[in-house]
């Protein structure tokens, strides 16, 4: 392969998301840090005000967090109060993992502002527009799950 055969590093796909993530968490984070939160915090919170008792790997698949990551995450969320860990009764080895009052409380708290900055994109980006985006994405994932499934090699 030759260099000038490779995508120009400004449209490559894997920079022009990471480009459009900051854009949009730039937009997200100074809420969540006036809340004490990390933007992977907010995650999991969110992640167990959808669906609360989830055990440590559902948790990790849905946030996309490593898990070494989330059990830092998930130990400094317990010893601030806002979430809880029990253990599994079918399996004493794993561990779920329950918002608390104070959790739920601050998920109150945040969640107007996060609906704001939604709002914001979308007035900015057009609604129909992000609708599309969201679309494609999915799209996208789908797309490239389906290959994974079928085994191909990975072209990283």
């Known amino acids: 392969m030759r260099q000038e055969d490779l995508r ?3 449209r490559s796909l894997p920079m ?3 480009r459009a993530r900051e854009a949009v968490m730039k937009k997200f984070l100074p809420s969540l840090k006036a809340h004490g939160l990390s933007a992977q915090q907010w995650r999991v919170i969110r992640a167990l005000q959808h669906e609360n008792g989830l055990q440590l790997s559902e948790l990790s698949a849905r946030c996309y967090l490593l898990m070494p990551s989330l059990t830092r995450i998930v ?6 109060g806002l979430v809880r860990r ?3 009764a079918s399996d ?5 993992i329950f918002l608390c009052q104070p959790g739920r409380a601050l998920f109150r708290a945040v969640a107007p502002k996060s609906v704001e900055r939604y709002d914001y994109i979308a007035e900015r980006f057009g609604p129909a527009k992000l609708e599309l985006l ?3 994405l999915e799209d996208l ?3 490239l799950d389906e290959e994974s499934a079928e085994g191909h090699a990975d072209l990283t």
Not at 92 to 96: D, E, F, I, V
């Open 16 to 18: 022009a998301l990471l």
């Open 86 to 88: 029990e253990v599994v």
């Open 92 to 96: 004493n080895r794993r561990s779920a």
């Open 75 to 80: 130990r400094n969320l317990e010893q601030r």
């Open 134 to 136: 969201y679309e494609l």
């Open 8 to 10: 120009s590093f400004d």
């Open 141 to 143: 994932v789908q797309k």
